[in-house]
């Protein structure tokens, strides 16, 4: 095709192994040195460098400095969604990864997906808020309903704030473990701190495995009551 978007550049970016586990690494939403980056892709200092420097260049990463320090992300939700429906695909076509353990389960049943929440309690959150009316699908277009922005201020989320920020207030985000939409956006967003500021979740420590309390899953369930089936 002479006329266009030319995908196989970003294809070819995302496509090296080793700047893919780059790219996985920094779905925590967390910004990590370029050595840390290294030890996640598997390469040595020098390769992670040149990596990050192709990254940069297609606009996949952002680079921030602190100090001495270099620190990269990826440069925004879009890059976060593409992964995201790529891992969905990867897995529906059955390559997946030959190592497993105890943490793709957790994974699988909530995790942070660029800055939202995602997984088995993410899907939670979504549907739970579609089948009571707090949000609706119109036109393609991911709205919260005025009672949806009556229901997310009880948990302490003012929506009217979120809409004066750039980013879409809701956005649907396919889930690449169970290949249903959850939430993103900047009300995704909102709501994923507010359950740690609550104290319902938190991440663990260098993963992207989010933990629920007992307390805080039991609160969570109270607020997004909805029957999920994830089975194939």
Known sequence: ???GPDISRIAALIGD???ANILTALMSGKALTASELAVEAGVSASTASSHLGRLLEGGLVKEARQGRHKYFALAGE???QVLEVLMGFA???GHLRTRTGPKDVQLREARVCYNHLAGTRGIQLYESLIVRDF????EDDLRLTEAGQGFVRTLGVDSDQLVKSRAPLCR???DWSARRPHLAG???RALLK???MMGWSYRVRDTRVVQFSSDGLRQFNMAFPVNLDLRE
């Open 1 to 3: 095709m002479k006329h």
């Open 17 to 19: 192994p080793a700047r």
């Open 78 to 80: 879009d890059v976060a």
């Open 91 to 93: 897995a529906g076509q």
């Open 135 to 138: 949000m609706e699908v119109r």
């Open 172 to 174: 649907t985000c396919l």
């Open 186 to 188: 900047s009300l995704g």
């Open 194 to 196: 507010r359950f740690e």
